[in-house]
């Protein structure tokens, strides 16, 4: 298979319908989560093994940052893990396993794990995806293991999961 036939089908199978990235029957080194910071002069990646920042004008690499105790499922098992900024540009990275999220400190870089208490569905592997902000702050997650939609409280570390629609909160599948 040639170079650029290879990578049309990479770009085809990384299109996801919530603007992630969908991973079934590509390879763990080709997920990457991209989010620009424009405020920030930012550009964060989501990789397998790290989350790594970028300068946006001229992509000098800022920073790779390792995720203790980050977690990820394969892609026949779950949708792709997800990375959102917060309105501080602020980095906030899920599992796609545990009900577990990872903030990265714009400024100095740290690590903070925020593990959820779920208030259902404990007896299920709950990770996310589709992390979304909206305008009052509130972060919004899909589930990743199973059609599912989640309110997230960072501050108590509460996950509450709404009614919804199984169609709009599961990745598609090939």
């Known amino acids: 298979m040639s170079y650029r036939w290879g990578l049309f089908l990479s770009l085809i199978l990384l299109c996801a319908c919530d603007g992630s990235v969908r991973r079934e029957g ?23 093994d790290a989350v790594t920042v970028y300068d946006r004008t001229n992509r000098r690499r800022l920073r790779r940052v390792i995720l203790p105790d980050w977690v990820l499922a ?34 100095r870089f740290e690590v903070k794990q925020i593990f959820l208490t779920l208030d259902r569905d404990t007896d ?34 509460r996950a509450t999961r709404m009614d919804a629609s199984p169609a709009a909160t599961r990745c598609e599948t090939l």
């Open 26 to 48: 590509v390879p763990d080194a080709l997920l990457q989560v991209e989010r620009s910071d424009v405020a920030g002069n930012r550009v964060w990646v989501l990789e397998p």
């Open 74 to 107: 394969g892609p026949r098992d779950a949708c792709a893990p997800d990375l959102v900024l917060d309105a501080s540009g602020a980095a906030v990275v899920s599992s796609n396993v545990l009900p577990v999220l990872w903030r990265i400190d714009p400024q």
């Open 124 to 157: 299920k592997d709950v990770g996310f995806t589709g992390l979304v902000f909206a305008a009052d702050g509130t972060l919004t997650a899909s589930g990743a293991t199973f059609a599912s939609a989640w309110r997230i409280d960072l501050a108590s570390g």
